[in-house]
């Protein structure tokens, strides 16, 4: 996987992403000359044009990112990719096309975005077909070997079995004297030179998945091998690596004290953040008032009750806060006491099932994260009650409170809908690897999926 600003990124997806924003600039090219022989116009030099081609690029390949034309289901599925293909393309004329206009540019005729979509869809279907012959073989995945036989090396074959896997396990390497759960592994003692196996079978990483690692660590085998340039990871690294989120059942105290990652040296990128909070904010709720009043009127004529309700929720460091939200259920909702939300649930009116599902219901959150109680990125806030339930139940739990909550974030984007306490377990693992590998970069990467989350209903509710 190729490491961006501490995010992940496979080289499938990164070969693929490359050879989309070629294919984007062509179609822009090819589109413009079209253009220019149909009215007869001199072109001028590619040159001039290039500025033009990469703006084109970039608004489309931001709008494949936001709608997950590289998610994990685009990649299995050429009938998803080419539906999300569509979205995604018109999405990012209608962008071009609004902007050009708003700023009275003479850049992006209606024209010759309506010969670059078309030419962009097609070669962007074609190339999904071309590649998706390779993307599914061992042609880009890493060569891994895996020390160990038991559950977490049978948790890996199982990870590497996906399709849009980044890396295919070479061998098992049984470590100790117990049954093995991965029956082909070979046992360590037939094995005479384990740094020659690793050669000879062309590894490029080797990860150990050992269930017991006290007084079983093959200190001087790994040695050889991390001399011999072969990247060496631990269980727990690997997982965090290939899916994205920290792992509950197998990591410890240490391995988040001396891991990678809850950098302090955050200063310029939290400033940064809290000045965009600020800034979207503030926009977002002057263009978003008339929206925001409509529906809070709609939502008193649908049912009896206020049309706004406060919550207490917890944020940074534990500290409570009230979230401020449009009501989506009736008022006598927890009669019965604070209870979790369920999919299609009862207690939602007409208007607030709307709402809910395209997200208006999250507009006055804006006022919270202008004045700093919550950001726009970040793990989603819990009631204090489920909190003091959570903590007893999950542990670490309480880390996930080192950053400041928002309205959407990584769990939000990368797990679905759940009320439960295994789904706040799942939840948990994203929201602490949010936490300890916070960058802009990723912030950026869950403002565009959020689009995504919204057009397809996807996500926390």
Known sequence: MIRLFKHYIPHAVALLWLVDMILLAGANELSWRLRAGQIG????????????????????????????VYGADALRSMRFAAAR?????????????????????????????????????????????????????????????????????????????????????????GMSEAAPAVEEAISRAAIHNLTRHVDNLGVSEVVLALEERRNALPLKDLLRIKTTGVHVNEFSSFLERETGRVDLDTVNPSWLIFSDGFSSGRMISSAAKRLFDILVSALLLC?????????????KI?????????????????????????????????????????????????VGRFIRKVRIDELPQAWSVLKGEMSFVGPRPERPEFVLELEEQLPYYAERHMVKPGITGWAQINYPYGASIEDSRHKLEYDLYYAKNYTPFLDLLIILQTLRVVLWSEGAR
């Open 85 to 173: 293909l569509l979205v995604a393309v018109s999405l990012g004329v209608i962008a071009l096309a609004f902007f050009d206009f708003l700023f009275a540019g003479q850049h992006f005729w209606r024209s010759t975005l309506a010969y670059s979509m078309a030419l962009a869809i097609v070669l962007l279907i074609a190339n999904r077909i071309l590649l998706s012959g390779f993307l599914g073989t061992s042609a880009f995945r890493r060569r891994v070997l895996v020390l160990g036989a038991g559950h977490r090396a049978q948790r890996l074959r199982d990870l590497a079995e996906r399709q849009e896997s980044g890396f295919v396990i070479v061998g098992y390497v």
């Open 302 to 350: 649908d049912s009896r009750g206020p049309a706004f309700y406060r919550q207490s929720r917890v944020g940074l460091f534990g500290e409570n806060f009230d979230v401020i939200k449009l009501r989506s259920m009736r008022t006598d909702a927890e009669a019965g006491g604070v209870q979790w939300a369920e999919k299609d649930d009862p207690r939602v009116t007409r």
């Open 287 to 299: 263009l978003t008032a008339p929206i925001i009043a409509i529906f809070a009127l709609l939502v």
């Open 41 to 68: 116009i001199e072109l001028g030099t590619l040159g001039e044009r290039i500025a033009l081609h990469t703006a084109f690029a970039a608004v489309i390949s931001l709008s494949m990112i936001a709608v997950g």
